[in-house]
T-cell receptor, first 115, second 115 residues
Framework: GDSVTQMEGPVTLSEEAFLTINCTYT??????LFWYVQYPGEGLQLLLK?????DKGSNKGFEATYRKETTSFHLEKGSVQVSDSAVYFC??????????????FGQGTTLQVKP | NAGVTQTPKFQVLKTGQSMTLQCAQD?????MSWYRQDPGMGLRLIHY???????DQGEVPNGYNVSRSTTEDFPLRLLSAAPSQTSVYFC??????????????FGEGSRLTVL
């Protein structure tokens, strides 16, 4: 079945370090891919998305590229800040006529950024 | 700018009690869903709905009941609470149809503790 695997955390970085959180997926068909972020004590917010192969999603300095050949959607940021400390979820769903209103999530990666 | 509204935000129950988590959205979304979030397990789908009067089970439906009498509301009922249902619950909604990207919009969550 469809699934998402992301790297285990927690990930601890110093401020201004480079961030990569790996995410790979298994899906029949061509899913949309998402990164959601959950700040402490809050709900999930969409961080970025990509709906087709080679699309790059970007927001708040974060980027991820939809790689069909490696079935990956790794999250990157060039210089993290303390305010980026959160839990990051990779997820997939299907769009258009394949949309069932469901997201399939990875297990989440906790990022802690130290000053 | 309400979006998806969940109530209550916090609830403590005793084993065997029943309760309803409320969810309402004001975006006229066709699709609504309930997830539970547990440490190390990401978010798992409990029940979902693709429109008023239509519901279906997700990955972990046991012990929960839903109905969807209107487009706006999608309550989640715990029939007889168990300690295993201690979790954070998220309601989500999304557009349906061919133009959708599959993106879900989340409420802020309801933290439930069952003693």
């Amino acid at each position: 079945g469809d699934s998402v695997t992301q790297m285990e955390g927690p990930v601890t970085l110093s401020e201004e370090a480079f961030l990569t959180i790996n995410c790979t997926y298994t899906a029949t068909g061509y899913p949309s891919l998402f990164w959601y972020v959950q700040y402490p004590g809050e709900g999930l917010q969409l961080l970025l998305k990509a709906t087709k192969a080679d699309d790059k999603g970007s927001n708040k300095g974060f980027e991820a590229t939809y790689r069909k050949e490696t079935t990956s959607f790794h999250l990157e940021k060039g210089s993290v800040q303390v305010s980026d400390s959160a839990v990051y979820f990779c997820a997939l769903s299907f769009h258009g006529s394949g949309n069932t209103g469901k997201l399939i999530f990875g297990q989440g990666t906790t990022l802690q950024v130290k000053p | 700018n309400a979006g998806v509204t969940q109530t209550p935000k916090f609830q403590v129950l005793k084993t065997g009690q029943s309760m309803t988590l409320q969810c309402a959205q004001d975006m006229n979304h066709e699709y609504m869903s309930w997830y539970r979030q547990d440490p190390g397990m990401g978010l798992r789908l409990i029940h979902y709905s693709v429109g008023a009067g239509i519901t279906d089970q997700g990955e972990v439906p046991n012990g929960y009941n839903v109905s969807r009498s209107t487009t706006e509301d999608f309550p989640l009922r715990l029939l007889s609470a168990a300690p295993s249902q201690t979790s954070v619950y998220f309601c989500a909604s999304s557009y349906g149809g061919r133009a959708s990207t599959g993106e879900l919009f989340f409420g802020e969550g309801s933290r439930l503790t069952v003693l």
